[in-house]
């Protein structure tokens, strides 16, 4: 099956511009997070979508970060406007409702972010 | 909230001896805890993962231990090789997470093993 596939690679914008990453599941996943990883540091939780729904979002920094996943298929995750703290890589991944309740996350390749 | 702490952050092995990455974490009710490689410029994909119910699991050169009662587990790589060398990490399910997939990540270990 294809996996997970993230867009793009790697941005690199200056602070204040704007940012849109996408993240295009796996075929059937219900269940989608976001998360990030800040140089050296761990992978932190951003955000759960299953479907359409947000269904955890606490992990989102502030409110410069947006995520949507219309229609339940492909997520954006917008941030705008970009901050220095707001580069590393950020991750997604996709699971399906069964394999949700085990934990067992696909994972994206990952957009690097770097903002100068 | 919960919390996972990782170490060491770096480890480097002579290829064929054994290495060791240890976790622990804060919150009782995690029920899984899986463990992820990264190779450079790659994926994190799930190399083992564990379960509350049991105590240890192995793969072939690969085996995970939890201590439920110590709240930590380890990873255990026997006979390494140049291969094995990646980033590692170690995640627990997160607070309120069972019905989720919600995973709460440790820092990572750069596992480097020398030919």
């Known amino acids: 099956e294809a996996g997970v596939t993230q867009f793009p690679s790697h941005s690199v914008i200056e602070k204040g511009q704007t940012v849109t990453l996408r993240c295009d599941p796996i075929s059937g996943h219900d269940n989608l997070y976001w998360y990030r990883r800040v140089m050296g540091k761990e992978i932190k939780f951003l955000l759960h979508?299953?479907?359409?729904?947000?269904?955890?979002e606490s992990g989102m920094p502030n409110n410069r970060f947006l995520a949507e996943r219309t229609g339940g298929t492909y997520s954006t995750l917008k941030v705008q406007p970009a901050e220095l703290e707001d580069s590393g890589v950020y991750f997604c991944?996709?699971?399906?409702?069964?394999?949700?309740?085990?934990?067992?996350?696909?994972f994206g390749e990952g957009s690097r972010l770097t903002v100068l | 909230g919960e919390n996972v702490e990782q170490h060491p952050s770096t480890l480097s092995v002579q290829e064929g001896d054994s290495a060791v990455i240890k976790c622990t974490y804060s919150?009782?009710?995690?029920?899984?805890f899986p463990w992820y490689k990264q190779e450079l410029g790659k994926r994190p994909q799930l190399i083992i993962d564990?379960?509350?119910?049991?105590g240890e699991k192995k793969d072939q050169r690969i085996a995970v231990t939890l201590n439920k009662t110590a709240k930590h587990f380890s990873l255990h790589i026997t006979e390494t090789q140049p291969e094995d060398s990646a980033v590692y990490f170690c995640?627990?399910?997160?607070?309120?997470?069972?019905?989720?997939?919600?995973?709460?990540f440790g820092q990572g270990t750069t596992l480097q093993v020398k030919p």
């Open positions: 979508f299953v479907k359409e729904s947000k269904q955890d």
């Open positions: 564990i379960r509350s119910n049991v």
């Open positions: 995640a627990a399910s997160g607070p309120g997470s069972s019905n989720t997939g919600k995973l709460i």
């Open positions: 919150d009782s009710a995690s029920n899984y």
């Open positions: 991944a996709s699971s399906s409702s069964g394999r949700a309740l085990a934990g067992e996350l696909f």
